[in-house]
């Protein structure tokens, strides 16, 4: 079946320095691959989608995501965070079961120390 | 741009009650979704639908109805609320292609006393 893990509950990074969120998946077939964000109070918003093509896709705010296929990975990075990116962020995967559905893994908390 | 609104935003029932939430969207998206946070646990899908009148089921569909009379709302009716529960509902939808961004309601934030 498909699903996606994200390891990390919760993650801890000092204001401009790099992150990386972990995010592998299990998908028989060509996968369509999301990163949202889940701002305080707020809805969940896009940050960056990978279809096929290139590996590396660029996202808003500095973000951008690495597609492995050999690892089924799907990590999610930034070079300098800043404190407005405290958040919780999702790793999602698009599926087909009688129409297109997106399976989400739990989500890693971010927060951000000055 | 377009938006989805989610009524009520805080819900309050009882053990064993029926509750209804509701969902309308002006994007003119094909499919709807509605999925259920849970603290640790990310979203669930619960049901979705690819057209008017069409459900589909998730995960999580035990214990729930749902139903999308029109393109524009899908509501989603928990048919026996348990006790203690409490959980975040949110819809979405999208035009339903494979690579296409999904958008998100606010919620609807449930409290079972």
């Known amino acids: 079946a498909q699903s996606v893990t994200q390891p990390d509950a919760r993650v801890t990074v000092s204001e401009g320095a790099s992150l990386q969120l972990r995010c592998k998946y299990s998908?028989?077939?060509?996968?369509?691959l999301f990163w949202y964000v889940q701002y305080p109070r707020q809805g969940l918003q896009l940050l960056l989608k990978?279809?096929?093509?290139?590996?590396v896709v660029q996202g808003v705010n500095g973000f951008e995501a690495e597609f492995s296929k050999s690892n089924s990975s799907f990590h999610l990075r930034k070079a300098s965070v800043h404190w407005s990116d405290w958040a919780v962020y999702f790793c999602?995967?698009?599926?087909?079961?009688?129409?297109?559905?997106?399976?989400f893994g739990t989500g890693t908390t971010v927060s951000v120390s000055p | 741009g377009g938006i989805i609104t989610q009524t009520p935003k805080f819900l309050i029932g009882q053990e064993g009650q029926k509750l209804t939430l509701k969902c309308q969207q002006n994007?003119?998206?094909?499919?709807m979704y509605w999925y259920r946070q849970d603290s640790g646990k990310g979203l669930r899908l619960i049901y979705y639908?690819?057209?008017?009148?069409?459900?589909q089921k998730g995960d999580l569909s035990e214990g729930y109805d749902a139903s999308r009379e029109k393109k524009s709302s899908f509501s989603l009716t928990v048919t026996s609320a348990q006790k203690n529960e409490m959980a975040v509902f949110l819809c979405?939808?999208?035009?339903?292609?494979?690579?296409?961004?999904?958008?998100f309601g606010k919620g609807t934030r449930l409290t079972v006393v």
């Open positions: 979405a939808s999208s035009i339903g292609r494979a690579d296409t961004e999904v958008f």
């Open positions: 998908y028989f077939g060509t996968p369509y």
């Open positions: 990978y279809y096929p093509g290139d590996p």
């Open positions: 999602a995967v698009s599926t087909y079961q009688g129409g297109r559905a997106l399976i």
């Open positions: 994007f003119n998206h094909d499919t």
């Open positions: 639908s690819i057209t008017e009148n069409d459900l």
